[in-house]
């Protein structure tokens, strides 16, 4: 157990305050150091029209103990690599080279890293330690991967018989962000009782045979949203789900908007194309490149001594969970990429819980996908999120997925 304010008798205190380190008290490092650690990074890249520019922000050292590597992936897989010549860049200084001519399929999506090796070790790091990485799209193409035949469908069964719940969130576990000082976020979910919404059917129907529509009104203490859910189910067994939201009244800052799945357990093995390796969030996502990754669903959530909101990823166009057998679920992307997560902890699980040690792991998998997500701004100890990283309470948000069952 890691304890913080209070946990002594201690008052007053100042909570979990102690913790807001990006390397934790067992100096095990979290998505928020991989983070800092490419924000700091000494070395600056931008890409354009086939031109490389590289800036050295280094104050007394060249880039002679660098090299600097290149690949090519299209939707997800290498398929051309290589490395660059770079001339010596001194401390502050620029170049600018011509990249070779790459040959890739324009109908995917493609992208272009460049990662920065140190060519010999030093005092501090190995040979070949990644020193600075850059990822830029040659063919910003990401739903192209939707189209994939990777997985074979399971023909004529309907999916939605694997979920246990579907239902709509607008609400997170609070991050130590959203409970800091700067805009006191969580006092503003828990005062508008955002947790626990009055849910009411408005309208419920059976349009033709294959395409139902439901719009449900979620009231809380402050404003409501009405929730429009149109399902089409198509003939090979897959539904295509279509959400819209509404935002009425006077609602606080929204942590989310979007639908929780909830799956029997054994689908553990999990894959999607997106961000990752780690968690990302759209004021916290430079460091997550955009690929085909893979995890078991118990490594997604991020251990922070207080629970919290974890293992989010952002601009993701595929997602896909399997058990032991194969079998599994997929959800695509229809119209424009989404967030999502994919624990074994519920949202009430994460906010009654005040210690990591005290969570309990369920048997279920609890699967989120977001049509949009709050930032995590820096309330712990500074400002609160930027307004481009905030949900739009004005317009209208639509999350449109495709769900098969896959063997």
């Known amino acids: 157990m890691v304890a913080y304010g209070g946990d002594f008798g201690d008052i007053p205190n100042l909570d979990a305050f102690c913790m807001n380190g990006i390397v934790r008290s067992d100096r095990e490092i979290t998505p928020k150091y991989q983070e800092v650690k490419k924000v700091y990074a000494p070395i600056y890249m931008n890409y354009s029209d086939g031109h490389l ?118 609400f997170r576990a609070p991050t130590d962000n959203d409970k800091g000082f700067g805009n006191w976020l969580a006092k503003d979910w828990k005062n508008s009782s955002l947790d626990k919404p009055v849910v009411t059917v408005k309208q419920s129907e059976q349009r033709t045979g294959d395409i139902s529509v439901e719009i449900v009104n979620c009231r809380y203490k402050s404003g409501n949203i009405d929730v429009m859910t149109e399902k089409k189910f198509n003939k090979d067994g897959s539904v295509d789900l279509k959400q819209s939201y509404t935002l009425n009244g006077d609602l606080p800052e929204l942590p989310r908007l979007g639908i929780s799945f909830t799956i029997d357990g054994g689908y553990d093995n999990l894959s999607w194309y ?103 701004g820096n309330s712990s100890c500074g400002p609160g999120v930027l307004k481009k990283y905030s949900i739009d309470k004005k317009k209208v948000h639509t999350l449109h997925i495709r769900i098969n069952k896959i063997k």
Request: one cysteine or more; aromatic letters at 10%.
């Open 53 to 170: 520019k590289v800036t050295n922000h280094n104050h007394h050292t060249g880039t002679e103990n660098y090299k600097f590597m290149w690949f090519v992936q299209e939707n997800g897989r290498q398929t051309s690599s290589g490395e660059l010549y770079m001339p010596l860049i001194n401390p502050g200084e620029t170049a600018e080279i011509m990249l070779p001519r790459f040959k890739f399929d324009k109908e995917k999506d493609v992208r272009l890293i460049i990662k920065v090796l140190l060519k010999t070790s030093t005092l501090w790091a190995d040979r070949g330690y990644e020193v600075a990485y850059e990822q830029f799209a040659l063919s910003d193409n990401i739903l192209s991967v939707t189209k994939e035949n990777k997985v074979r469908d399971s023909k004529g069964e309907s999916v939605m018989r694997l979920f246990k719940e579907i239902k709509f969130q607008a």
């Open 274 to 376: 997106g961000r990752g390796p780690w968690e990302s969030y759209p004021d916290r996502k430079s460091s997550a490149m955009i690929g085909r990754w893979s995890s078991k669903v118990a490594d997604q959530y991020t251990h922070y001594p207080r629970p919290q909101d974890s293992g989010n990823h952002e601009d993701v166009s595929d997602v896909i969970l399997r058990n032991k057998k194969g079998e599994g679920i997929r959800i695509s992307a229809i119209d424009s990429p989404f967030s999502f997560s994919a624990l074994y902890y519920s949202v009430d699980d994460l906010y009654n819980t005040t210690h990591d040690c005290d969570l309990k792991q369920r048997d279920e998998t609890i699967l989120s996908i977001d049509a949009a997500v709050l930032g995590l």
